[in-house]
């Protein structure tokens, strides 16, 4: 008598737990020759049978549901200090299929609050990943706004949805002044309508205080974005922030653009938010209908046309009459 291991299968994607089976001769001869009594004989036969129905009973799993489905490597991702404008280092995440057979990668995508800081930079996972294998992504931290930012990388695949934290600290270059965000877009909105305000921040990194001397919007459409409001001075601290908030609208359909500059002095002035919004034209404006008229055939009596030709050579002048 012996007892058999589950053993995955990965042929069919399952796995056949045989609990167990008994493998004695339970023939007469047999029984005489081996010395087995009657009554242990007929207790074989009876575990025998119980051993049958066991076996014929196959349990059958997904491959993925009994050894852990997928998992990545690490779970979280930090950066600790990366200077806006630069790259941070490429980090590597590892997915494992644990399963006996292969499983489908619909995506690895990054999404949350700062996705846009963030990006895949390299990968060798496929649309699939065979069983007991592993892909890598390498993800890049590039801050594009000062402070704390966050997102996840999500491996979608046929075992589920691994999730990996991300999170980097977006730092003002060292030792120069900056604008942030580098750019400002609005959506459309319609010619002569209140696009709404958004904002932009000067950073003072330098290690003494600088002189703003000017803020202005300038470029192809420079009166469709106003600086509504700002907290900028004619000085800003080392160390220090202050804001300006540009409000969009438009004067024209079409894509509209600008860019607003802090002119402060220092060696990167003026630092540049570049600005976009889109202008639509209103609803009910004037129109023609139809644009164009057309007649087929028109007659021509050129024997009449001569008779008032002459008629109108040949007529007296009327006189006016004096009272």
């Known amino acids: 008598?012996?007892?058999?291991?589950?053993?995955?299968?990965?042929?069919?994607?399952?796995?056949?737990?045989?609990?167990?089976?008994?493998?004695?001769?339970?023939?007469?001869?047999?029984?005489?020759?081996?010395?087995?009594?009657?009554?242990?004989?007929?207790?074989?036969?009876?575990?025998?049978?119980?051993?049958?129905?066991?076996?014929?009973?196959?349990?059958?799993?997904?491959?993925?549901?009994?050894?852990?489905?997928?998992?990545?490597?690490?779970?979280?991702?930090?950066?600790?200090?990366?200077?806006?404008?630069?790259?941070?280092?490429?980090?590597?995440?590892?997915?494992?299929?644990?399963?006996?057979?292969?499983?489908?990668?619909?995506?690895?995508?990054?999404?949350?609050?700062?996705?846009?800081?963030?990006?895949?930079?390299?990968?060798?996972?496929?649309?699939?990943?065979?069983?007991?294998?592993?892909?890598?992504?390498?993800?890049?931290?590039?801050?594009?706004?000062?402070?704390?930012?966050?997102?996840?990388?999500?491996?979608?695949?046929?075992?589920?949805?691994?999730?990996?934290?991300?999170?980097?600290?977006?730092?003002?270059?060292?030792?120069?002044?900056?604008?942030?965000?580098?750019?400002?877009?609005w959506g459309s909105f319609a010619v002569g309508a209140n696009g709404g305000s958004k904002m932009a921040t000067l950073q003072n990194g330098s290690a003494s205080t600088i002189t703003i001397s000017n803020i202005a919007v300038s470029g192809t459409n420079a009166a469709d974005f106003v600086i509504s409001s700002r907290t900028c001075g004619g000085t800003l601290s080392s160390g220090a922030s202050c804001t300006a908030t540009i409000t969009f609208s438009p004067k024209a359909a079409g894509a509209r653009s600008a860019s607003l500059q802090f002119s402060d002095g220092v060696s990167n002035s003026p630092q540049t938010v570049l600005l976009s919004g889109t202008g639509t034209s209103t609803s009910g404006s004037a129109a023609v209908s139809p644009t164009s008229l057309n007649w087929i055939s028109v007659a021509w009596d050129k024997r009449a046309d001569r008779r008032r030709s002459r008629l109108r050579i040949m007529a007296p002048p009327q006189s006016r009459s004096t009272a």
Request: charged letters at 10%; glycine letters at 8%.
């Open 1 to 185: 008598m012996h007892f058999l291991l589950p053993v995955p299968r990965s042929s069919d994607k399952s796995v056949c737990l045989q609990l167990f089976s008994a493998q004695v001769p339970l023939g007469a001869s047999a029984t005489r020759k081996r010395g087995i009594p009657a009554s242990s004989l007929r207790a074989i036969r009876r575990f025998s049978s119980i051993a049958a129905r066991f076996s014929l009973a196959l349990l059958l799993l997904p491959a993925a549901s009994y050894v852990g489905a997928a998992t990545v490597a690490p779970t979280s991702l930090s950066w600790a200090s990366v200077s806006l404008g630069v790259n941070g280092a490429p980090k590597p995440v590892t997915l494992t299929n644990n399963s006996a057979a292969a499983i489908s990668i619909s995506s690895i995508a990054i999404t949350g609050t700062n996705a846009a800081d963030f990006f895949i930079y390299t990968k060798t996972c496929g649309t699939s990943l065979a069983a007991n294998a592993s892909c890598t992504a390498s993800v890049i931290f590039a801050p594009k706004t000062a402070g704390t930012r966050t997102a996840t990388l999500a491996f979608t695949d046929g075992a589920g949805t691994q999730s990996v934290g991300l999170t980097g600290l977006g730092t003002s270059p060292s030792g120069t002044v900056s604008a942030t965000p580098t750019s400002l877009s």
